[in-house]
């Protein structure tokens, strides 16, 4: 398997830390995103910037949680992943900011206004001035795209050159973008469409 991880620092990368600063990149974000906790006998995701550094990471030793937490490279919560159930009209997967419990910040939940080609949509639930997004594509083959309300392509999951298998693969974020609720977006649509899905089980 080709190298998924050179550097294996926990210090703060880049995007992580302009990312926390509410700073804009100047060129689009690179990740690399492994299915795979590091912590022996965990599940989660382990995601590291163009450097090799750590970016990101989700960790659980209980496959009963009904949540996943997106932290930090020193295991800070970024974002909480909630799944919620909706009487008539399916499930839903709520994003929470840090830890917070009580007002999710985004809900992504599958279809969209795109009509069958939209996979899901990402709606605000705090400022009505936040924008919504359409995901549109594969998720289970790892080609999907994120677009704003002007079509914009702002994010996308890319399949990784040279790594066989789905477990290892691109998250490529556009300039302006918050990548820390990309990546979070990537964990619900993870549970939503991932076959089998590496935290199915968590919010089952």
């Known amino acids: 398997m080709a190298k998924v991880h050179p550097n294996n620092n926990v210090l703060p990368s880049p995007a992580a830390e302009r990312a926390a600063a509410g700073e804009e990149a100047a060129e689009a974000t690179t990740l690399t995103v492994w299915r795979k906790s590091l912590l022996f006998n965990c599940r989660g995701f382990t995601v590291f910037d163009a450097r090799g550094d750590l970016a990101y990471r989700v960790d659980s030793y209980d496959a009963a949680e009904a949540e996943v937490v997106l932290m930090d490279p020193a295991g800070r919560p970024v974002f909480t992943v909630r799944r919620k159930r909706l009487s008539l009209s399916g499930e839903q997967w709520l ?18 206004l795109g009509g069958a080609k939209t996979m899901a949509r990402v709606t605000p639930c705090a400022a009505a001035s936040a924008p919504a997004y359409e995901v549109e594509g594969s998720y289970a083959r790892r080609r999907c795209v994120v677009y704003d309300g002007e079509r914009r392509a702002v994010a996308e999951v890319q399949p990784k050159e040279a790594v066989v298998g789905t477990d290892v693969f691109r998250l490529v974020v556009q300039p302006g973008v918050d990548v820390s609720l990309a990546m979070a977006v990537v964990v619900a649509l993870d549970q939503m469409f991932a076959r089998p899905s590496l935290l199915r089980s968590w919010s089952s």
Do not use: D, M, N, T
């Open 95 to 112: 994003i929470y900011a840090g830890e917070e419990s009580r007002r999710p910040v985004h809900a992504v939940k599958r279809g969209g």
